[in-house]
């Protein structure tokens, strides 16, 4: 086979390596993340032995805890949850939307959001645009948003903001800093199968006054198998 060929077919396959190796580091950076959990269900709040696994909780109220610091999301209750399969050998399937929020004994029934929309809220909050209240026989469902423009001269339609250019005039090296969009994703409480604990933070959008909370349960619904902890 001519050089030439060889040489283009080598280049093909380091790329190749190249790109899937990128993608195993960041896979790898991000369960780690989400698995770092050094806390037992005892050590939290409430915590509670459920059929597949148990769970540990506390209830952050409008903020969402990051390695680099909390951030505030006035919108939403975040309750930060850890996960313990119960069985080794068999992995338990994590749903964040498994999950909903039960305020003042049922009265409001709460669906856990997409980390997208906290972090548009977060971002521009005089442009949140939520979803609509149905109401049913018996308690309040807050739904979760539809798909809305983010903001206005959104040209990516991502919702995210461009990227911050340095300051030509500084010396001092720019810091890399993570957007809220990302800061928020990896705080949130992954959908993923595992064998191991793992932990993460579900939305709640609640934009009435906290003195109105009487009780919070979460509840886990697994094909109709429902599990309650008291959360306050």
Request: with cysteine; charged share 20%.
């Amino acid at each position: 086979m001519a050089p030439g060929i060889l040489a283009l077919i080598d280049s093909d396959y380091t790329r190749s390596v190249l790109r899937c190796l990128s993608l195993a580091v960041f896979v790898t950076c991000f369960v780690s993340a989400q698995s770092d959990v050094t806390r037992q269900p005892a050590d939290y709040p409430s915590h509670a032995a459920w059929p597949k696994f148990d769970i540990g909780a506390e209830y952050m109220v409008h903020s969402i805890p990051t390695p680099t610091g909390a951030v505030f999301a006035r919108d939403y209750l975040v309750i930060e949850v850890a996960i313990y399969p119960r069985n080794k050998l068999l992995p338990v399937k994590i749903d964040p939307q498994q999950f909903t929020l039960h305020i003042n004994d049922n009265k409001y029934i709460i669906l856990p959001e997409s980390p997208g929309a906290v972090a548009q809220s977060i971002k521009y909050p005089s442009f949140q645009n939520h979803s609509h209240t149905e109401a049913e026989v018996g308690p309040v469902i807050i739904g979760r948003p539809v798909d809305q423009p983010h903001f206005p001269d959104d040209k990516t339609g991502t919702g995210r903001l461009p990227p911050r250019q340095p300051d030509p005039d500084s010396s001092v090296p720019q810091a890399s800093e993570k957007t809220t969009d990302e800061l928020v994703n990896e705080a949130a409480l992954p959908e993923m199968e595992t064998h191991a604990p793992v932990k993460g933070s579900l939305y709640f959008f609640y934009d009435k006054k906290l003195k109105n909370l009487k009780t919070l349960d979460l509840v886990y619904d697994d094909h109709g198998t429902k599990s309650y902890l008291s959360i306050k």
